[in-house]
């Protein structure tokens, strides 16, 4: 077998194992990391949780004889680090270890990493081959990746619609209840999804006529931050901000500073088609109910590439991912 196909094969197997960190290792990114020695696995690991080892750290430890590191190859989903943080640099524990090659799948776009961690394994004199199934380590860090490098929150938009394409009925006030276009197994998922999510936004009629909780009570979790936008300005939690809806990109600065790194938009239609119109946008959740409203409120209108689509008990969810 060709070399470049056996390293995708290890690194799909780092992919997987990235994949695991899902929900403890944000803020940072989810790595994975698998160490061979003459086409055998002999450790791996993952980044579990913020501010522990890292996927590499975890990787080397689990190699029962340690003196099978100099023969080996360890592989990586992204670039190991080469800087002291919460834990010290990944880069130069290979080095010391012996390892004498490293396979990398991407490159890490944080500032204190962005090619350092590559330079200083070749520096020591080992082998990197980078950019191995790249874009597949891109995606799965693609929140990651956006904070870093366009400096504002990953941004999901979320919306349920009737059959008919509808987001509400007309109401005119509280005492009117919201029609109805989840169902408990389809709301519990949309608040897994809040779980992933560092901040929440509706906008201000959203809030004073549904006065939703922008929490996590159907799911396990961390609340997120929640924020109510208006043309009077922007409550972000306790603090309230001047903000313009017609520009939203000075609160995407606010939450860039505050390390906001993945924010969900809940609605309404107006405050979601903003974020469509000046491009605020990265990913959108639709989810289609089999009820129909006959008039009310049209639900916001996006276009993109269209993602993966599931069937629960008659609702549908579709993902709709921008354009790059």
Not at 78 to 92: D, F, I, N, S
Request: charge should be neutral; glycine fraction near 10%.
């Amino acid at each position: 077998m060709e070399q470049r196909k056996i390293d995708e094969q290890y690194m799909r197997r780092c992919l997987q194992l990235a994949r695991c960190g899902r929900e403890g290792a944000a803020p940072n990114p989810m790595v994975g990391a698998v160490v061979v020695c003459q086409g055998r696995i002999i450790g791996e690991g993952y980044h579990q949780r913020c501010g522990e080892a890292h996927a590499e750290v975890n990787a080397i430890r689990s190699v029962r004889d340690k003196d099978l590191l100099r023969q080996s190859t360890i592989y990586v989903s992204l670039e190991p680090c080469a800087h002291y943080g919460k834990t010290p640099p990944c880069a130069q524990l290979i080095i010391d270890t012996g390892i004498p090659t490293v396979v990398v799948g991407c490159r890490d776009p944080f500032p204190k990493v962005d090619g350092r961690g590559i330079d200083m394994l070749r520096e020591a004199g080992i082998e990197v081959r980078t950019g191995v199934l790249e874009e597949e380590c891109l995606w799965l860090n693609r929140r990651f990746i956006t904070f870093h490098t366009q400096h504002r929150p990953y941004i999901t938009l979320k919306w349920a619609q009737s059959k008919d394409g509808l987001l509400d009925r007309k109401r005119q006030s509280d005492e009117q209840p919201a029609a109805r276009l989840s169902s408990p197994v389809t709301q519990a998922l949309v608040h897994r999804l809040r779980a992933l999510n560092n901040a929440i936004l509706v906008g201000r009629r959203t809030w004073e006529l549904d006065h939703p909780g922008l929490n996590v009570r159907h799911w396990v979790g961390s609340d997120p931050l929640p924020i109510v936008l208006s043309s009077k300005g922007c409550s972000v939690g306790s603090d309230m901000i001047d903000i313009e809806t017609t520009d939203l990109h000075p609160l995407m600065n606010l939450l860039y500073e505050k390390g906001v790194q993945t924010l969900m938009v809940e609605g309404g239609t107006q405050t979601l088609q903003g974020f469509i119109n000046q491009g605020l946008w990265d990913e959108a959740r639709i989810e289609t109910s089999p009820l129909t409203l006959g008039d009310g409120i049209p639900a916001p209108q996006v276009s993109g590439k269209m993602g993966e689509k599931l069937l629960i008990g008659g609702h549908t969810v579709a993902y709709i991912y921008k354009n790059s």
